[in-house]
């Protein structure tokens, strides 16, 4: 593995504590299904308050099993200065601001939430003729349709981008170079580190870079091959068997390499769609038996739950 068209990947998520069993479901699924031509190094960002213990770092990293040693674990304050703003917003800025350390020519940006469901090839990301994998779909009648259009203006597109624009969802395959051109371009621009750039201007991390390749190319058809990457998703407001049993058929359908559960989620389903997760789980051997998957569902709950008061309690002695 010596050149861009073959060196393996670095994924990258960044992470806090209410997602602590998300990620490690996420490491498990690595381990099960990522051999190990695919990786190249996995970044795990640490945005939580209070940030990973000893105990908590060796029990995600055995979850990683022989890719253990490619695994990086480092707090988001060691990467670059964040200035104040929300988890949310900095998440944001870490995605990309992580381009700094990554060593290969692609990574993968990844949320707590999703996991391997199958094996997978550095092909499932980067095709064959060097373009990044990812769809396009109408932000039209999008909720982020306000902030795709505070970005293009920002970037001095016009808002008809807005019609087929990039995914705002992960997985996501960003060009290292390109991600580190967007970082020096809006600090040069601005006169102001690219962090507080980011937070003053209300961007959004996906909308931007992929504005910034539209600007830079005219177009995408250079960088992105229009393929999406699927990840089937149980979101909070749909954590019953309907919506469980929907993300389940569309992993069938697409033969998805990748599956979510959001962290809402884990503390709203009823007992058919624990069912069924359960039995998806077991057949991909994420887990031993359903035992396992409920215990598991009971620590993501509560992991959310903590997070939460923690939260409550750094607002109230704030303020």
Same mark, same amino acid.
Not at 32 to 48: C, H, K, P, Q, Y
Not at 187 to 206: C, H, I, M, T
């Given at each position: 593995m010596t050149d861009g068209q073959t060196k393996g990947l670095t994924? =990258?998520? =960044?992470?806090?504590?209410?997602?602590?069993?998300?990620?490690?479901?996420?490491?498990?699924? &690595?381990?099960?299904? @990522?051999? %190990? +031509? *695919?990786?190249?190094? #996995? #970044?795990? #960002?640490? !945005?939580? +308050?209070?940030g990973l213990g000893t105990r908590a770092r060796r029990s995600l990293l055995s979850e990683y099993g022989v890719l253990a040693p490619r695994v990086r674990i480092g707090r988001a304050e060691e990467l670059t200065h964040l200035p104040f703003a929300s988890g949310w917003t900095l998440q944001q800025v870490l995605k990309i601001s992580v381009s700094t350390t990554v060593e290969t020519p692609w990574y993968v940006l990844l949320d707590a939430k999703n996991h391997f469901v199958r094996s997978v090839a550095r092909s499932d990301f980067v095709a064959p003729d060097g373009r990044a994998r990812g769809g396009f779909h109408s932000y039209a009648a999008h909720p982020l349709l306000p902030r795709l259009r505070t970005t293009l203006a920002y970037l001095g597109l016009s808002e008809s981008l807005a019609d087929r624009f990039p995914p705002t969802s992960t997985p996501f395959v960003m060009n290292t170079e390109? %991600?580190?051109?967007? #970082? %020096?371009?809006?600090?040069?621009? +601005? $006169?102001?580190?690219?962090?507080?750039? /980011? *937070?003053?201007? !209300?961007? +959004?991390?996906? /909308? @931007?870079?992929? $504005?910034? *390749?539209?600007?830079?190319?005219? $177009?995408w058809s250079e960088m992105l091959d229009g393929e999406a990457i699927q990840s089937p998703t149980v979101w909070g407001g749909a954590a019953d068997g309907a919506g469980v049993g929907a993300a389940l058929a569309e992993v069938t359908r697409w033969e998805a390499p990748l599956f979510a559960v959001h962290r809402r989620a884990m503390g709203r389903l009823d007992a058919s769609?624990?069912? &069924?997760?359960?039995? /998806?789980?077991? $057949?991909?051997? @994420? /887990? %031993?038996?359903?035992r396992e998957v409920r215990r598991f569902l009971r620590t993501a709950k509560r992991d959310r739950v903590l997070d939460a008061v923690r939260s409550r309690v750094r607002r109230t002695v704030g303020s």
């Open positions: 994924f =990258v998520t =960044v992470t806090f504590r209410a997602e602590d069993a998300l990620l490690r479901l996420q490491a498990r699924s &690595m381990a099960r299904f @990522l051999d %190990a +031509s *695919v990786v190249e190094t #996995i #970044i795990v #960002i640490d !945005n939580g +308050s209070p390109v %991600a580190q051109s967007v #970082i %020096a371009d809006v600090a040069d621009r +601005s $006169g102001r580190p690219f962090a507080e750039e /980011f *937070v003053k201007q !209300n961007l +959004s991390e996906f /909308f @931007l870079y992929s $504005g910034w *390749v539209a600007r830079r190319s005219g $177009g769609g624990t069912a &069924m997760l359960a039995d /998806f789980w077991t $057949g991909r051997e @994420l /887990f %031993a038996d359903e």
